[in-house]
């Protein structure tokens, strides 16, 4: 497994990484290893994290 620092990840999704950490704090993805105030991710994981996420507020949307 490789891991990305957060600017590294940020340029791979295409996001600042104001962003990455703003998802963090909210939850909506998770580092693979977190050390102090340092996080490493797994993007394939993260990937996973933001499609299921995707699939739920789409089925939200539709139930409204």
């Known amino acids: 497994m490789q891991t990305l620092n ?3 990840l940020g ?3 295409g996001v ?4 990455i950490s703003d998802w963090v704090k ?3 993805i998770t580092p693979s ?3 102090g105030y340092i996080y490493r991710f ?5 990937r996973q994290q933001l499609a ?3 699939k739920l507020n789409a089925t939200t949307d539709q139930n409204q």
């Open 52 to 54: 299921e996420r995707a």
């Open 16 to 19: 600042s990484t104001a962003t």
């Open 33 to 35: 290893i977190r050390e």
């Open 6 to 8: 957060q600017t590294r």
């Open 26 to 28: 909210k939850g909506i």
């Open 11 to 13: 340029i791979e999704l």
């Open 42 to 46: 797994d993007l394939d994981q993260v």
